[in-house]
């Protein structure tokens, strides 16, 4: 059944609208947008009035859900060498004590954080893909299917990126025992992800896809990453592929060391990248590469409260955008999930290094939240390869409702409703949240969190013991 919507306040892709008329589709889509400032008293009665500010919802491009099993348990000193690399210790001890029904609870309760702060769906880059002991999961991978069932159950948007993950460095290095769940042959990987894709060809969901990921370029080695990615094309020419690059100075100089190019210099060689792949991180890029990159029409992850909490570096955003580059965001190692907080850093680490305000507005948009926002959220939906990022025709009706009620939005216009919530730590203005069409965050809450409190806490307080 369609059903129709009467916006008081829209950000359109073409700007905002003061009043529109919306329908959605009974399969989660928008089918018509008509902008009335004033519509008849018979339209009125048809349509549910949305009061506030509507915005699209964001897609979240990056996350590892069972990671949110470590926040706030990794912010103390061990030495005077603390690094990424001593964190990735305390994150493979977690992956390895975590069982499927774990994973379920942890992304399920990950995902309704997400819809709360704006995020409407999601890219999960899932690298956990067999037992502790290193033996595959009898009768189908039960650690992909948690994150499915947590995504169903929070009725967030989910692209699942199975992910390959065969080596521990450049040149090949044998997986280390730690990272023993995490491996698969590239064929037994590529038939996983097909029988995944003919399922949903079979059963087409409105909110669930599949992709797939390369973890890195120091744990898939490059003829690998080459067959591998022209063997996905053949099975669907605009599956997302992700894959986390040039991260950390230390992997950069590694990967010299062993092939004598930069990571991302021989990504671009490859001549594989277009719009269906995303770069994650990109944080040491050359103004050469992100040339490179944005002329690809890949899209750039970035996830800085992650990178922030890792000490990775600063992303040349700025850079990066002026050369027409699409950058969308991320929540990674869910050390904060929030899509303003990303943004407002995405700025904030301009504003820092040049000395000046609003860098990232430009001549077409002025203000750096309405920028920010509708790019990321155009540009996310590219990545995770799903029909959202906008209030459009075509799109899902994925949107936030913004509370103009709300302290944090006091004295709020349209045109500055989305600096209100990403410069003035709004997330609390966000009331409610829709996917495909459904209500799942209403006046703040979400249906599934009283249910599942106990069984989150209890396992917060194990995986903490
Ligand atoms: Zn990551």
Known sequence: MTRQYHLESVLLPEGWARGALVSVAADGRIDAIEQRHAP??????????????VVPGMPNAHSHAFQRGMRGNTEYRLSARDSFWTWRQAMYALANRIEPKDLEI????????MLKSGYTSVAEFHYLHRQPNGDLYPGGNLLWEAIVAAARTAGIGLTL???LYQTSDFGGQPLKREQARFGLETEQFLRAVEQRIGEERRHASATLRTGAAFH???AVPLATLREASIALRQIDPTLPLHIHVAEQVQEVESCKLATGRRPIELLLDT?????????VHATHGTP?????????????CVSISTEANLGDGFFDAAGFLRRGGHVCVGSDSQATVSPAEELRWMEYQQRLRKKRRAVLADQFESHVGTRLWRDAAQHGAQAIGQPAGAIAVGHRADWLVLDSMHPSMAGASADTALDHLVFAGGDAAIRDVMVAGRWVVKQGHHAAEPALRGDFVALMQRLSA
Not at 40 to 53: C, H, M
Not at 271 to 279: A, D, I, R, T, V
């Open 271 to 279: 001549g594989l990248l277009s719009p269906h792949w995303c770069l």
């Open 288 to 300: 050469a590469e992100l040339q490179g990159v944005a002329a690809s029409g890949a899209a750039v």
């Open 161 to 163: 990126l199975p992910t």
């Open 40 to 53: 008849e008293a018979a339209e009125l009665r048809e349509s549910e009035r949305i009061a506030g500010f």
């Open 216 to 218: 890195s370029l120091r």
């Open 106 to 113: 942890l992304a399920t309760r990950l995902f309704i954080d």
